[in-house]
């Protein structure tokens, strides 16, 4: 079997510990065999620790099967529709690693000919093993030790839509390759291969740690518009005109905003400033509209924090910074919580409450001379 999608991601764990967990509910699914976890923080179990699974306040210690990343068992037989499922455990707290688009899934089945003299003329083979590959294209990496990572087991998440039903692949594999080419009458190419091991398990609902918007800009050259992410949302324009060029996001004259509505007030907004001018260069976040929004504005030798309330604009903090080309900066707003860094360097870890309650993030460029690239937004 072979796959093909759009979207992905590779999850690790965190430096946290495992976390225990007793009793927590599991949802039943049409059929009463598969269960899921309802705490969706919980979804992805130790697979070093033993899961106790409990049908009525009783241990059942056979008759099932437990898939760990993504928090599942699986009876052998239907179980009664009022029966409680709950189970004990462990849980890892993940992190996404890196991202990816144009994946590819091949489920593969390791054959054993048996043919026998008995079979006439037709070969016979016995299934021996299972395993899995992914391959994808166009990735980014979330932190700045991704190549130590090579040969470590990560989660590897595969969507195939990144609607409502979050429908996806996941398993658990370890990161075979990572390939870059440069033809001379191309783009450069970069890939990266996944070994899978224990399974891949289709899912739909919850998604434990949501990339919810991602735009790598790399589509045709467009002097008016930026059209549609990679994940499906259309930019919306408050001032200016936008442009795509070489797979870029920039103005294409005087200032452009823009934004996405993400449905949400916490996230993890990032981009890569690939290169600015003294006009600058900005993420915004908490946007209500063009009046009443934060901003992060990055200049050639300075980064800003600010925010603008009923049209009156505040700078709330001033980092001086030298900017070089292809910074990624990221800003993490959780509450009143705002931390801004830069190339996963902290550079702003303030608090704010005037802007609680918007739900659009964007991006802004001064000039035609402001580039930005490979923006996303996941929520906390």
Same mark, same amino acid.
């Given at each position: 079997?072979?796959?093909?999608?759009?979207?992905?991601?590779?999850?690790?764990?965190?430096?946290?510990?495992?976390?225990?967990?007793?009793?927590?509910?599991?949802?039943?699914?049409?059929?009463?065999?598969?269960?899921?976890?309802?705490?969706?923080?919980? !979804?992805?179990?130790?697979?070093?620790?033993?899961?106790?699974?409990?049908?009525?306040?009783?241990?059942?210690?056979?008759?099932?099967?437990?898939?760990?990343?993504?928090?599942? +068992?699986?009876?052998?037989?239907?179980?009664?529709?009022?029966?409680? +499922?709950?189970?004990?455990?462990?849980?890892?707290?993940?992190?996404?690693?890196?991202?990816?688009?144009?994946?590819?899934?091949?489920?593969?089945?390791?054959?054993?000919?048996?043919?026998?003299?008995?079979?006439?003329?037709?070969?016979?083979?016995?299934?021996?093993?299972?395993?899995?590959?992914?391959?994808?294209?166009?990735?980014? !990496?979330?932190?700045?030790?991704?190549?130590?990572?090579?040969?470590?087991?990560?989660?590897?998440?595969?969507?195939?839509?990144?609607?409502?039903?979050?429908?996806?692949?996941?398993?658990? !594999?370890?990161?075979?390759?990572?390939?870059?080419?440069?033809?001379?009458?191309?783009?450069?190419?970069?890939?990266?291969?996944?070994?899978?091991?224990?399974?891949?398990?289709?899912?739909?609902?919850?998604?434990?740690?949501?990339?919810?918007?991602?735009?790598?800009?790399?589509?045709?050259?467009?002097?008016?518009?930026?059209?549609?992410?990679?994940?499906?949302?259309?930019?919306?324009?408050?001032?200016?005109?936008?442009?795509?060029?070489?797979?870029?996001?920039? !103005?294409?004259?005087? +200032?452009?905003?823009?934004?996405?509505?993400?449905?949400?007030?916490?996230?993890?907004?990032?981009?890569?400033?690939?290169?600015?001018?003294?006009?600058?260069?900005?993420?915004?976040?908490?946007?209500?509209?063009?009046?009443?929004?934060?901003?992060?504005?990055?200049?050639?030798?300075?980064?800003?924090?600010?925010?603008?309330?009923?049209?009156?604009?505040?700078?709330?903090?001033?980092?001086?910074?030298?900017?070089?080309?292809?910074?990624?900066?990221?800003?993490?707003?959780?509450?009143?919580?705002?931390?801004?860094?830069?190339?996963?360097?902290?550079?702003?870890?303030?608090?704010?409450?005037?802007?609680?309650?918007?739900?659009?993030?964007?991006?802004?460029?001064?000039?035609?001379?402001?580039?930005?690239?490979?923006?996303? +937004?996941?929520?906390?």
């Amino acid at each position: 079997m072979a796959t093909p999608g759009k979207v992905g991601r590779v999850l690790i764990k965190s430096s946290a510990s495992a976390v225990t967990f007793t009793d927590e509910a599991m949802g039943a699914s049409a059929g009463y065999k598969r269960y899921t976890i309802t705490d969706s923080t919980k !979804a992805y179990w130790d697979k070093d620790t033993a899961i106790v699974v409990e049908v009525d306040d009783v241990v059942a210690t056979s008759g099932y099967s437990i898939e760990y990343p993504g928090g599942v +068992i699986v009876f052998d037989s239907v179980q009664d529709s009022d029966a409680v +499922i709950t189970v004990s455990g462990k849980y890892v707290v993940v992190e996404q690693l890196a991202g990816f688009f144009n994946w590819s899934l091949t489920v593969n089945n390791t054959t054993i000919d048996a043919t026998t003299f008995t079979s006439g003329e037709w070969s016979e083979f016995a299934l021996a093993t299972k395993n899995w590959e992914a391959t994808a294209e166009k990735f980014w !990496a979330s932190t700045d030790d991704f190549s130590q990572r090579m040969g470590e087991e990560v989660i590897v998440v595969l969507y195939c839509d990144f609607g409502t039903d979050k429908t996806r692949f996941e398993g658990y !594999a370890v990161i075979q390759s990572d390939e870059a080419s440069t033809p001379v009458n191309e783009l450069i190419n970069d890939s990266i291969s996944f070994k899978g091991f224990n399974g891949i398990y289709f899912r739909n609902g919850f998604d434990p740690v949501q990339l919810l918007i991602s735009d790598s800009f790399d589509r045709a050259n467009n002097a008016s518009s930026l059209g549609n992410t990679d994940t499906g949302q259309t930019w919306t324009t408050f001032t200016g005109v936008p442009r795509i060029i070489s797979n870029q996001a920039s !103005a294409t004259t005087g +200032i452009y905003r823009g934004y996405i509505e993400t449905g949400i007030t916490d996230c993890v907004l990032s981009a890569k400033i690939v290169d600015v001018d003294s006009s600058g260069a900005a993420l915004m976040f908490r946007i209500a509209d063009v009046n009443n929004r934060y901003y992060v504005g990055v200049y050639p030798a300075s980064l800003i924090f600010g925010k603008f309330v009923a049209g009156v604009q505040t700078a709330i903090s001033t980092i001086t910074l030298d900017f070089v080309e292809d910074e990624i900066v990221k800003v993490i707003v959780n509450g009143t919580s705002i931390k801004v860094y830069v190339n996963d360097t902290l550079q702003v870890d303030t608090t704010d409450s005037d802007l609680a309650t918007g739900t659009k993030c964007g991006i802004g460029m001064g000039t035609s001379d402001d580039y930005l690239d490979d923006f996303k +937004i996941e929520a906390i």
